[in-house]
Structure formats: structure tokens, C-alpha cells
């Protein structure tokens, strides 16, 4: 018997308040293939409200010493610790990733990140300079840019949404936030946890809605002089289009075709785990995730085998099941899109190992609608296949031989993108080598989506504009002034 279920309705926060909309758009549990929720279709309208509410709060936030920002920062950390589990479980349950991964990595690391920038924004020193013939010292100054406009993707949404609000309040900016149309849930429940935390109304307000309509809004809007985009490289093109007339700082976080390679040295008890992880965790939907294996030819057969194994011990199903490693995919329509990628792949030749169309997926009788697929491996793929050049953004990962260093270089730079790469091997000179060359802005080596937030993070060519980091972040979250007195 069909039951009728209570949808969830979100509301936009601006000023401090929570605020309804005149329109919704239908948010699914991609586990059930059921609306559960309704997100404000917000456009110019409450895009105009929210700038005005933190152009408003701008004055007083921004006066604050960093140590009162990074008080309440701090607070604000604690609160999400506190509500861990029920964040863990609405943002599982609105993107469709595992209990396990929201549990242990998302909503961890949104608080963290209030807790890291908390702590970094009182560490900062500006320069100075004498010229002592002149009679001169120089000195820069660096203040808050005004209205940040921050726009975030699906596949980690609070982790990332977070990820650009801490950094910009931090740094005494105030902030208009618009998360993905697709996973609203967890920002909604942070706004709840604003004022609590002792942040004053209007310095962060968040504006739900589709990129088109909001996002494209928050882009055009004069009074919003900075744009901290994530998601894909399309978007990014558009954003930047959008922003040129009014010539505003972007930083740009884009999508990734990531390579591993792996040396004959390599220890493949450590990679062969750490690559199925890399391939399939957050059942693939992370910028990071590897989806080109090249292993030299010495040890190609053996690792295949190994890593096919391995990659049939993660079980795909219901996310909130803790013994579940892959969850669903977003939505129907991406679960379409990378399905159609292993069909293009076996169109061309290549043959596919496990996972899609080769492996039955069996679901409880709840997720059957849901939007499920298996890790999937593909071997005998060419460089030039679609498979191998663009962004997948789901379980499906290709392994291909290599015989030498210099060649594999080659073919790992040969892509558009230049975000993570990931080399496995135990001579150190070689690792420093071709970490060197390869044209990414992350290299792990024997290890991988090991981070130390201090440092930047970004993408080369197609995969970024600008680094996200301590510094990185500081410097892109405030205009830098020189000044030069003479004595
Ligand atoms: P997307 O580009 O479709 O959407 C990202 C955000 O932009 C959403 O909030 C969306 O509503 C908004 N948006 C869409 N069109 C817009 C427009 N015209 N103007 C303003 N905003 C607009 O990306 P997605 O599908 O949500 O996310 C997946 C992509 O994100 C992948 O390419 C992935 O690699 C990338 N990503 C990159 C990183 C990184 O740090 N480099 C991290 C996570 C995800």
C-alpha cells in the first residue's frame, strides 16, 4: 500500500531568518528514486535580498578582530560535532553517499573546516620591506574583499560548501551561499546552527535554487565582487563569461581525469587497496577519484587480477547499511550518463572486468528504484576513447599497460584536465621525477586524498583557476594593499 510521506521543505536564509519562496523544486533520495524534499527555486529576487542582507552585516563583521571571528568559528565547529550523526544521515540520504562515508569523512571535515580556518586566521603576518637610501618602509595591508559569492557541487556538499564559507568569514568577508539544487539538505540544517554559534545575521546567507536561475543571479550581481566556484569545468565556463563584465575575482574548482601509475617496484599490497578506493569511493563522485590506471607491463596481468578481486569485495546497496561501500549515484539521469560511458567503451573493443552489464546487482525490495551501479573496470582501453579523456564522475575506472617512464608521462598529461595524479613505486628518485612532470596540481605518491589543509589545492589546464589552502584561501578572501612611508 502506497504511503503518503511527509516531504521535508526547505526555506532560504537571509538576514538571519529563514525565509519561504514563492516556487520549489522536487529533491530526490537517490536510494529510492522517491521526491522527499522541496528546494526554494530561488531567482533575482531572493538573490537581490541576501546580497542586501550581507552587504548590511559587511560593516560590523568585518570590523571584528580575527580572534572574535575565529571564536565564533570555533563555536560553530562544535555545534556541527555535536549534530554529527544527524547531519551524517540527511546528507546520506540526499546525495545517495554511504552512512559510513558522510559519517567518517563529510560531515567530519565541514566542522573541521570552521575549526581549521578558526585557527589559521590568526596566523597570518603581512610583509615589509625598508629602503633605507629612500628613507622608505613598505608595508602591505590585506582587508576583507566585501560579498562572497559561493556557489558548491553534489558530491560532497557540506564538506565543500564549508570548505569556501569558513574561509571567507574568517577573513571578515560576509557571504551569499548557493549549494547544489541537488543536495540542499545539510547547508539548510547548518543555517539553524548560525545564530547559536554567535554568528550575527546576514554575514552568512544561504539561496537555494538551480544554477541557471540563482547561481546565474549571484554571478551577475554588481555588488558581489567574488566568485568561489566548485563543480565542472562547463559551469566554470559560463561563470567566467557572466563575470567578465564586471571584472570579479574567481577561483575556480574544477573537474578532474585523474591518473594513477603504477611502477613494477610498487608495493601492491598497499596500492591495490588504496587504487579500488581511489576508483570507487563516494561510489566514484569525487574530483579526486582515479579513472586511469596505467601499470607497467611487468606486473599488468597480475595486478588486474588483484584489483578486480578486490574491487568485487565492495558491496554496492542500501546507504545506510554500515557494511555498504558504494551507495547511489546522484540521479537517474548521471546514473544514465556513466552507464552510457561502459556502452560506448565496449562499443569501441574494450572489455569490461566486472561491474556493469557483466555483474547481477541485488537490492533490498526499498532501493529498487534507486540509483545504483557497481564498481566497474574496464581494461584494453585506447588513450583517444571517450572512456579515457573525459570526466565519468562515477565507478567506472580503466586500467591500461605502460612500459616505460617517459611514455607513461606522455600519456598521463595527455588530457584536458590536470587535478590529482597518484604514482606508486618504491624508488624515491623516480617518484620525485615524475611527480615533477606530471601536469597536475595534486600528485600523491604511494598514497592517496591525504591532505594537510595547509597546503594549496587545485587544478592545472581545464581543472582550475586559483588554490584553495591556508594561504591560498587568505590571499583569495582579501585585497592586498601596499603602503610606503617615508621618514
Ligand atoms: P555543476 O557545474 O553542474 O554545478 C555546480 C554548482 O554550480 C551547482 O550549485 C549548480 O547549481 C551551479 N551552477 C550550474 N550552472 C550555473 C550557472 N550558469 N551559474 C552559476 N552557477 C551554476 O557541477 P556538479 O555536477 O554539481 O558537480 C560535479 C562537478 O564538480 C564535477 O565536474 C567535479 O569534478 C567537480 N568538482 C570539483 C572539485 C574540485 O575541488 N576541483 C570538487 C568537487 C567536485
Not at 519561504?20 to 522527499?36: A, E, F, L, Q, R
Not at 625598508?130 to 558548491?152: D, F, K, Q, W
Not at 558581489?224 to 563543480?231: D, E, N, Q, Y
Not at 578481486?309 to 544514465?336: C, F, Q, R
Amino acid at each position: 500500500m502506497a504511503q503518503s510521506k511527509v516531504l521535508l521543505v526547505l526555506e532560504n536564509f537571509i538576514g538571519g531568518k529563514f525565509v519561504p519562496c514563492s516556487s520549489y523544486i522536487d529533491s530526490y533520495n537517490p536510494s529510492t528514486g522517491d521526491v522527499y524534499c522541496k528546494v526554494p527555486d530561488s531567482g533575482k529576487e531572493e538573490v537581490e535580498a541576501a546580497v542586501k542582507a550581507a552587504k548590511d552585516a559587511f560593516p560590523v563583521w568585518s570590523s571584528k578582530s580575527p580572534l572574535e571571528r575565529s571564536q565564533i568559528l570555533n563555536k560553530l565547529a562544535d555545534l556541527i560535532e555535536h549534530d554529527l550523526e544527524a547531519f551524517a544521515q540527511a546528507e546520506s540520504m540526499d546525495q545517495g553517499k554511504t552512512i559510513t562515508f558522510a559519517r567518517t569523512v563529510d560531515i567530519p571535515r565541514a566542522a573541521y573546516n570552521f575549526r581549521f580556518f578558526a585557527s589559521s586566521i590568526l596566523h597570518h603576518v603581512t610583509e615589509c620591506t625598508e629602503m633605507a637610501t629612500m628613507g622608505c618602509v613598505h608595508y602591505t595591508l590585506r582587508a576583507p574583499v566585501g560579498v562572497a559569492g559561493l556557489i558548491s557541487p553534489w558530491n560532497l556538499p557540506l564538506y565543500l560548501l564549508t570548505w569556501k564559507i569558513a574561509p571567507a568569514i574568517a577573513c571578515g568577508n560576509t557571504v551569499v551561499a548557493k549549494p547544489s539544487e541537488m543536495t540542499s539538505v545539510t547547508a539548510w540544517m547548518m543555517c539553524k546552527l548560525l545564530e547559536k554559534a554567535g554568528v550575527p545575521h546576514g554575514v552568512v546567507n544561504v539561496v537555494f535554487g538551480t544554477g541557471a536561475k540563482a547561481g546565474e543571479a549571484l554571478v551577475c550581481h554588481p555588488d558581489v565582487p567574488l566568485i568561489s566556484f566548485t563543480g565542472s569545468t562547463l559551469t566554470a565556463q559560463r561563470i567566467t563569461e557572466k563575470s567578465a563584465p564586471h571584472c570579479k575575482r574567481l577561483s575556480l574548482e574544477l573537474g578532474g581525469k585523474n591518473p594513477a601509475i603504477i611502477f613494477d617496484d610498487a608495493d601492491l599490497s598497499q596500492c591495490i587497496p588504496t587504487t579500488v578506493r581511489s576508483s570507487f569511493a563516494n561510489q566514484g563522485e569525487i574530483c579526486l577519484c582515479t579513472s586511469r590506471i596505467f601499470v607497467q607491463r611487468g606486473i599488468y596481468s597480475d595486478f588486474l587480477k588483484r584489483f578486480v578481486a578486490e574491487a568485487k569485495k565492495w558491496k554496492t546497496g542500501n546507504p545506510s547499511d554500515p557494511t555498504v561501500d558504494v551507495g547511489a549515484l546522484i540521479s537517474k539521469e548521471h546514473l544514465e550518463k556513466v552507464r552510457n560511458y561502459v556502452k560506448k567503451a565496449q562499443a569501441e573493443g574494450a572489455t569490461v572486468l566486472c561491474g556493469e552489464g557483466v555483474d547481477s546487482l541485488a537490492l533490498p525490495p526499498g532501493n529498487q528504484k534507486g540509483y545504483f551501479m557497481l564498481p566497474t573496470v574496464i581494461a584494453e582501453v585506447k588513450d583517444e576513447s571517450c572512456c579515457m579523456q573525459e570526466e565519468i564522475f562515477g565507478p567506472v575506472t580503466c586500467v591500461v599497460a605502460f612500459d616505460t617512464e617517459e611514455e607513461v608521462i606522455k600519456r598521463a598529461n595527455g588530457v584536458k584536465y590536470g587535478l590529482a595524479a597518484t604514482v606508486w613505486s618504491s624508488n624515491v628518485g623516480r617518484v620525485h621525477r615524475v611527480a615533477r612532470r606530471l601536469q597536475s596540481g595534486l600528485v600523491w605518491t604511494n598514497c592517496w586524498l591525504v591532505r594537510d589543509l595547509n597546503l594549496p589545492f587545485g587544478g592545472m589546464k581545464a581543472s582550475g583557476i586559483g588554490r584553495e589552502g591556508a594561504k591560498d584561501s587568505y590571499e583569495f578572501f582579501t585585497e592586498v594593499k601596499t603602503i610606503t612611508i617615508k621618514h
